[in-house]
């Protein structure tokens, strides 16, 4: 069956710009998991989704990062005003349940920000 | 807080040569420990995992013991192939808790040369 799925692959922005990256989860998975992982770092935990809900966003980098899911489908993570320190990829990888099963990951958005 | 230390890459060897990647874990309870694997433009996989102390994960060749008294979760292979070279990133999850979120290491670059 069909992975999980990330688009863009890449994105190349200005500073200051807003982007938004998009995740597909394996169907039936309910739980949800962003991460970053910054050139020359290991991974970098940001925010989980059981369903649609984030109950815990202190993992996000700063105010400027949000994200969202709906449907217990799609989730979006969103960027304002990137900076260039924002550069990285950004994993995305889905699970069954919080906790439980195997995560799963996608092939990642690759961000640039000059 | 959890943690996860694993030795610096890159690590460069001859096809057939005998592989250790060190992974040492600082964690509270009994956390479960993962390898996991990133081929060249793929995303990240599950290599390899153990979930209790003495366990040993093993896959494709490769093992790793859960060694609670000195905290470690090493990668072995007896013979490693050209098609090994990958980034290799040891990783944790705590016992518990709600987020089911993965620690991970830096990632260890491995390159096999025929």
């Known amino acids: 069956g069909a992975g999980v799925s990330q688009s863009p692959s890449n994105k190349v922005t200005e500073k200051g710009k807003d982007v938004e990256l998009r995740c597909d989860p394996i169907?039936?998975?309910?739980?949800l998991y962003w991460y970053r992982q910054r050139l020359g770092q290991g991974l970098e935990f940001l925010i989980y989704?059981?369903?649609?809900?984030?109950?815990?966003k202190s993992g996000l980098p700063s105010d400027r990062f949000s994200a969202e899911r709906t449907g217990e489908s799609v989730s979006t993570l969103t960027i304002q005003r990137t900076q260039q320190e924002d550069s990285a990829v950004y994993l995305c990888?889905?699970?069954?349940?919080?906790?439980?099963?195997?995560?799963?990951f996608g092939p990642g958005t690759r961000l640039t920000v000059l | 807080g959890n943690s996860v230390t694993q030795m610096e890459g890159p690590v460069t060897l001859s096809e057939e040569a005998f592989l250790t990647i060190n992974c040492t874990y600082t964690?509270?309870?009994?956390?479960?420990l993962f390898w996991y694997v990133q081929y060249p433009g793929e995303g990240l996989q599950l290599l390899l995992k153990a979930t209790k102390a003495d366990d040993k994960g093993s896959n494709k060749g490769f093992e790793a013991t859960y060694r609670k008294e000195t905290t470690s979760f090493h990668l072995e292979k007896g013979s490693v192939q050209v098609s090994d070279s990958a980034v290799y990133f040891c990783?944790?999850?705590?016992?518990?808790?709600?987020?089911?979120?993965?620690?991970f290491g830096k990632g260890t670059k491995l390159s096999v040369k025929p």
């Open positions: 990888a889905s699970s069954l349940e919080v906790g439980r099963g195997e995560q799963f």
């Open positions: 989704f059981q369903g649609n809900s984030a109950p815990d």
């Open positions: 964690a509270t309870g009994y956390p479960s």
């Open positions: 990783a944790l999850k705590g016992y518990g808790g709600s987020q089911g979120n993965l620690i």
């Open positions: 169907s039936g998975h309910t739980a």
